[in-house]
């Protein structure tokens, strides 16, 4: 499919000008390929469905994570939870965030018992799949919940449970965080 896709892109591109037709980046992850270049996602136009939201992400975490402190002031643990399809994209800024003195950041990648999925991307874990794939693991402080797990607008994962009650069971702080900025705020605060 990749490979059919990124021929008619090339067809695309010398006849109308743009790429036109563009994969979601689960495509590649799955496939276990390198996400395409930022431009090849010309301006985003279906970041929302997933298309190119994945690449333009990386690229903020690279921006925040750039000019990072050498040391925080007080030793902190925390985690930062993600669907298992981006685990492994998302690695390299976990490390360079651990590479702080003072700082242990562990970056936890969870499948979904909910939907049945074991490569899922961070918008579709549910309560129920960050209780059962988080119980019983140390989360340090503090457990980073990207916004995109929530219902808009709400405090409520997709399958009705609440962050507060997630937080209650697996006995930790819940931070909503929302990007790559709010991500490294959150880590790095005292």
């Known amino acids: 499919v990749i490979t059919q896709v990124e021929g008619l892109q090339?067809?695309?591109?010398?006849?109308?000008?743009?790429?036109?037709?563009?994969?979601?980046d689960e495509w590649y992850l799955i496939a276990g390929q390198a996400l395409p270049t930022r431009s090849a996602y010309e301006d985003l136009p279906q970041k929302e469905n997933g298309v190119g939201s994945i690449r333009a992400f990386l690229e903020e975490m690279n921006h925040a994570t750039s000019n990072l402190p050498k040391k925080l002031q007080y030793p902190k643990r925390c985690s930062w939870v993600v669907g298992r399809l981006v685990q492994e994209a998302l690695t390299p800024a976990c490390k360079r965030l651990n590479e702080i003195e003072g700082l242990s950041i562990h970056l936890y990648g969870l499948t979904s018992p909910y939907w049945g999925q074991k490569q899922v991307v961070t918008g579709l874990l549910t309560g129920a799949d960050l209780l059962e794939g988080l119980k019983g693991l140390d989360l340090g402080k503090l457990l980073l919940i990207p916004s995109?797990?929530?219902?808009?607008?709400?405090?409520?994962?997709?399958?009705?449970?609440?962050?507060?009650?997630?937080?209650?069971?697996?006995?930790?702080?819940?931070?909503?965080?929302?990007g790559a900025d709010d991500i490294v705020a959150a880590a790095i605060e005292d």
């Open 10 to 24: 090339r067809q695309f591109k010398q006849t109308i000008g743009s790429n036109f037709a563009w994969l979601a």
């Open 148 to 178: 995109v797990m929530l219902r808009e607008n709400q405090a409520v994962f997709l399958d009705d449970m609440s962050v507060e009650a997630l937080g209650h069971a697996l006995e930790v702080q819940i931070r909503i965080v929302n």
